[in-house]
Structure formats: C-alpha cells, structure tokens
C-alpha cells in the first residue's frame, strides 16, 4: 500500500506546483544498488522488509550488467551499495573490488551485526582494504530505543562492530576510512536537529564505548511497507501524513536524492529512488531494466515518479541517504 493523503489536503504533485517547484532530473552521479532482501535483522522500520527468510538475491549476471554500465559512466562517480544486508550477496565482494578498480566511490550501508556472524568474520578487514565508507544504521546510543525498532540482542553487537571498525582506522581522523552513523525516529516523529544529535551521539558514544564516528544523518521513516502497518496498527497513519505535509519545506524539496541517482533492484530493474522501488514505482513510468539501457545517462532524461510518500524527503530539513538537505 502507498501512503496517500487524505482527499482533502495536497498531494505531494500539487504541493509542487503550489511552490512553483519543477524537480527535473540533473547529471546522474550515484547509482544505488539493493542487491537483495536477506538480512540477519528484521527491523521495524525497514522499508524493504528485509529479513532472514527473504529469498530475494541479486545475481551474478546483474551484477556483470552493472559493472559493464558503471565502466562506461565516468560521471557516475558511486556506487552505493544497500539491502537487505549486503554483505550477505554472494558477489558482494567481486562488486565492491571492480567497482573500487574503475575508480568508484563504494559505499556499504551495513547493520553492523553482519560484521559478527558466521562467515563475515573478515569483512570488516575486507572493506577496510578496499576503501569502503561505511554507514551504518544505529537509531540511538541506548541500548531500549535500538533494540525497540531493531530486536533483542542487537545493541551489544552494534558496539562491537563499531569498536573493530574503529580499530581498523574507520572513523578516525586522518584514516581516509569513512564511518557515518544513521538515525531514524523511534516513532510516528520528525527527527531532531541533524547538528544537535550528532553531537549527542558524539558525546555518549565516546564517553561510554570509546566510539568515534565521522557524520550522523538523521533520516525520516517513510509512510511504507512495515513502518506504515504500524502506523495504522496504532491508528497513527492520518496524524503522520499530516505531520509530514505541514512540514514540507520547498528548500529540502530541491535536494531530493532521487534527482542525480538511479536504484537498481536485485532483478536489475530501475527506479528513482530506494523507496519507490520498495513500492514497485518504475523510473520513468514504465517498467525498465539494465538490459533495456545502452547507458545509464539514459535515466536523465525520464521524469522523476512522486507520489504522496515523498512528503517523507521533504518534511523539515529534509531526508535523502545522505540525511537532512537543509
């Protein structure tokens, strides 16, 4: 089900041609890529569902498409891996290594508690030597209000994944190994000053685990898949959406991600985003691969798909995966 706004108030379309906002598509820079939906998690926010049962992996010929069209995109400067846990994708490394060789950005958006189970037991040493900046999702520096969205027995393991990154130079001035952390309200809530949290977390993660990080990015959940059953569980969805809409700020609304990426999904179809792939909204309107592509500068010229769940980006300061715009 997507999010929709009650018929008496704006739809995210009309909120833009209120503020006279066009949102076209600029030079594409980022290709993110979700190489599957099995996790070792299955948090209560995610808005892919992930979790340990799910079946959904990329595989090795969608993999070899997106290397063959990264190699001839020299604008596209990275490549931004996500899931599911990506680590868990049997080719996770071979795209991490070919992507680094054509001069790439690589970022793994990493749990944590992957870097701990049976067979990952290197993986952190892994993207370390490759030079992979890691962001890695840590909704709060309390053990209650992690384990509330992420599960029992989740926080100890977050620190000590942090703790060998931290070791292995992530984090650390100087080290060129980039760790940002992740924060997503524990409810139906806008999250706070992005500035103000990070040095809560800044100061509590050092004061008590000796943790150091480089960026927090506050990131607003998304009125979708399982956030959104538990909004309307609790009878919470309405006051949400409204929540949303009263924040949309037009400053943030130019700075949408989904204007220089491109998402690709396991199967290797295309969206404009991470979130309307979650919702089967296909890049451009019409359902394409990268397959049906000769390049990805292709995407620049399609119209971007919104509809009323990207109040989710909009609301504040604003919310890409790259945390607040404004």
Known sequence: MNAVVAADHLSFAESLRTHGLQLPRTRLEILQVNVGKLCDLACHHCHVEAGPKRTEVMQWPVVERILELLAGAPGVHTLDLTGGAPEMNPHFRTLVREARRLGKTVIDRCNLTILLRPGQEDTAEFIAAQGVKVIASLPCYSKANVEKQRGLHVFDPSIHALRQLNALGYGRENSGLE???????????????????????????????GIVFNHLFTITNMPIK??????????????????????????????????????VDWRGKLYDCDFNQALELPQGGRQRTLWDIESLAEVEHSAIVFADHCYGCTAGAGSSCGGALT
Do not use: I, W
């Open 179 to 209: 760790l940002d952390l992740v924060y997503n309200p524990g409810g139906a809530t806008l999250p706070p000053s992005q500035a103000a949290l990070e040095a809560a977390y800044r100061d509590e993660l050092a004061e008590h685990f």
């Open 226 to 263: 399982r956030f959104l059953h538990l909004l309307q569980r609790e009878g919470r969805y309405d006051s949400y959406m409204q929540t949303l809409l009263d924040a949309f700020n037009p400053k943030a609304a130019l700075g949408v991600m989904c204007r220089n990426l491109l998402s």
